[in-house]
């Protein structure tokens, strides 16, 4: 089972709509919970955080639910700015690197 | 704040050969920085962890005689990939993590990333 799994998409979205993805962990000593963007070629940048009570920043929500090892993240009034691949990334139990998930294509389209 | 520069951003490098990338935290110290590698549509994959001023950790499967890391400062990682093959070709990215206690503790800043092709 891959540590972190995600549905590779590509998402086509209209501008404006409401878009969520999920990913799934393996790793139930995970900690830290974040979604990274990354756009083609180029290094992946934070997004947000994941906290387990759930977080809100502008357009984006994030939530965390441990019970079912999973993460999600919204994504409303989407911008064709918005295009970019979704990373989910999660920390090993006790490990300090980063385990990113392949990532979620997201094409919003005028 | 916590930028991350990597040099050089593109090499080509004949088959054989060793390369060096250098990997900088601009504007914070970070005692933490970590080598990724990202394969054409894969995801990206932790190769090494440093430690300033002690040896690398690395991940299973990566040839530490292979993938040499230096940490010698709290802004400075280099890696070098020695004897470089065709199957070398990725994007290395690196990440430093601030030493400081405005970050969460597994916040990290990533490089621009350098493209290595091995012909």
């Known amino acids: 089972r891959k540590e972190v799994e995600q549905d590779p998409g590509p998402f086509n979205v209209p501008e404006g709509a409401t878009v969520a993805f999920n990913c799934t962990y393996s790793?139930?000593?995970?900690?830290?919970f974040f979604w990274y963007r990354q756009d083609c070629r180029k290094e992946p940048k934070l997004l947000m955080s994941?906290?387990?009570s759930g977080n809100e920043d502008g357009r984006f929500t994030a939530q965390l639910n441990r019970a079912s090892q999973y993460i999600s993240l919204l994504i409303r009034d989407s911008k064709l700015s918005d295009s970019a691949t979704y990373l989910c990334?999660?920390?090993?139990?006790?490990?300090?690197?980063?385990?990113f998930g392949k990532g979620t294509h997201l094409i919003i389209q005028p | 704040g916590a930028v991350v520069s990597q040099h050089p951003s593109r090499v080509i490098c004949k088959s054989g050969t060793s390369v060096k990338i250098e990997c900088r935290s601009l504007?914070?110290?970070?005692?933490?920085m970590f080598w990724y590698r990202q394969f054409p549509k894969k995801s990206l994959m932790l190769m090494a962890t440093?430690?300033?001023?002690?040896?690398?950790?690395?991940e299973q499967g990566v040839e530490k005689d292979k993938f040499l890391i230096n940490h010698a400062s709290l802004t400075l990682s280099t890696l070098t990939v020695t004897s470089a093959h065709p199957e070398d070709s990725s994007f290395y990215i690196c990440?430093?993590?601030?030493?400081?206690?405005?970050?969460?503790?597994?916040?990290?800043?990533f490089g621009p990333g350098t493209r290595l092709t091995v012909t």
């Open positions: 440093s430690n300033e001023g002690s040896k690398a950790t690395y």
């Open positions: 990334v999660v920390t090993g139990g006790g490990a300090d690197g980063l385990t």
């Open positions: 994941v906290y387990s």
């Open positions: 504007d914070f110290q970070a005692t933490t």
């Open positions: 990440s430093a993590r601030s030493s400081s206690g405005t970050s969460g503790p597994y916040e990290q800043y």
């Open positions: 790793n139930s000593a995970s900690q830290s």
